[in-house]
């Protein structure tokens, strides 16, 4: 089966979605299949190493546009020489990933050659926590007008799609409760479960970044911007330091707001407690599982559909403390805490509780491995590949 894939998230830009966009594209090009992937150019990336990422697949990169109000990201802009390429590719299936110019790219493709269109649901971007990116406050009134008009446009988006795919079931029924008329399928997100149970590497890259055997490490992984409430994780975590001197806390990631909650730390006095070490590219993060620096995985953000940087710490054995909201209680099942949405003080009395029990921190972390395992790829990809195959006999 021919697939191509539509996305303004790709490589070499972190998230969650170049993430996931990897890890299927290899396991459909392992199955036999074709993969076409159509997404940003990167000043000063070369091609080369693009298609080092996903070995096999056809890569289109087309110009980018960088967002005034959210930096770290790029929207792909349609040219009609990505268009030759796609219908001289000739899909079977178009599935795009971002409702950008790159879906509009797609469901005009998809409708032009009579192929079937699917799309992925990777991102409540209409939610009140993502339009803190244009200066909006959580609760403000233009920002709940915004919402219901980003709602709107969004199920037109979504309309024409022969199937959205949904990442967990809270994301599934919420959909089907919006829109009435749309096909939501739920399809749960995958990670490469084997790459995080190596613990190998735990030594040196504590050595690497000056982080002792003694030191009880929080680890937060993902990008770092403004709707993922990393300002709220380190006042929390400033909270335990009385009791816990021995706790450090370690960003995994990059962002636009790195230097804002760098200077939140030092105000705070506590800058030579919370470490910060970069965005680690894809492979050498699952090489060498750099989640096993860790040994209690935070994540403060609200607005995730699943999460994947979540099942990728629990994989790695690590018990997770997150809100009780959206899907997170699904996601995470009995592999870590969950504390009232957005209390911080309740968050930092869950971080001191697994500070003071290792006990509970190498159980909960055994039921992390467990809850992890509903994420492997092989049902995924089955189930995945049957949505293709159905969508395509219907059409």
Same mark, same amino acid.
């Given at each position: ?27 459909? !090009?392992?199955?036999? /299949? ?66 950008? %110019?790159?879906?509009? +790219?797609?469901a005009l493709l998809a409708r032009l050659l009579k192929v079937p269109l699917i799309t992925t649901f990777h991102t409540y971007y209409m939610e009140? +926590? ?7 406050? +959580?609760? *403000? ?69 000056? !982080? ?5 490490? %929080? ?5 770092? *911007? ?56 894809y492979k050498e993060l699952s090489a060498k599982n750099y989640y096993s620096i860790g040994d209690v995985f935070v994540t403060p953000s609200t ?37 009232? /949405? ?17 006990? !509970?921190?190498?159980?909960?972390? +055994? ?29």
């Amino acid at each position: 089966m021919k697939i191509a894939f539509f996305t303004d998230s790709f490589f070499p830009h972190v998230d969650g979605v170049t993430t996931y966009i990897g890890v299927i594209t290899r396991a459909l !090009l392992a199955l036999g /299949h074709q993969v076409m992937i159509v997404a940003p150019r990167w000043k000063g990336v070369d091609i080369k190493k693009v298609e080092a990422f996903v070995p096999g697949a056809k890569i289109v990169l087309v110009p980018g546009v960088k967002v005034f109000f959210y930096p770290d990201f790029k929207l792909g802009t349609p040219t009609t020489k990505s268009a030759g390429e796609v219908r001289k590719f000739a899909p079977d299936i178009i599935h795009f990933h971002t409702p950008g %110019f790159m879906g509009f +790219e797609a469901a005009l493709l998809a409708r032009l050659l009579k192929v079937p269109l699917i799309t992925t649901f990777h991102t409540y971007y209409m939610e009140p +926590e993502g339009l803190v990116v244009l200066g909006l406050k +959580e609760n *403000s009134v233009m920002s709940r007008v915004l919402q219901e008009s980003l709602w709107k446009i969004s199920e037109k988006i979504h309309q024409p799609c022969d199937a959205v795919i949904a990442p967990t079931k809270y994301v599934g029924k919420d959909l089907k409760n919006r829109w009435k008329k749309t096909n939501v399928q739920v399809i749960p997100g995958v990670v490469e479960l084997k790459s995080f149970a190596n613990h190998q590497y735990r030594d040196e890259l504590r050595k690497k970044y000056g !982080l002792s055997d003694k030191e009880m490490v %929080f680890l937060s992984s993902g990008r770092l *911007s403004v709707e993922k409430h990393y300002d709220l994780l380190i006042t929390a975590f400033s909270m335990i330091l009385v009791k816990y001197p021995h706790a450090r806390l370690v960003f995994m990631g990059d962002g636009s707001v790195k230097a804002g909650l760098q200077y939140i730390a030092k105000v705070i006095g506590i800058e030579n407690k919370v470490l910060f070490i970069g965005g680690i590219p894809y492979k050498e993060l699952s090489a060498k599982n750099y989640y096993s620096i860790g040994d209690v995985f935070v994540t403060p953000s609200t607005w995730e559909t699943q999460g994947l940087s979540v099942v990728e710490a629990m994989a790695s054995e690590l018990p997770v403390i997150a809100f009780n909201y959206r899907a997170m209680p699904e996601v995470i099942g009995k592999g870590g805490l969950l504390v009232k /949405h957005l209390d911080q003080y309740k968050f930092a009395k869950a971080m001191g509780k697994l500070a003071s029990n290792a006990k !509970l921190r190498k159980d909960l972390g +055994e039921k992390a491995i467990d809850q992890s395992k509903k994420y492997e790829i092989a049902p995924h990809i089955k189930n995945l590949l049957g949505l293709y195959q159905k969508t395509k006999a219907e059409k």
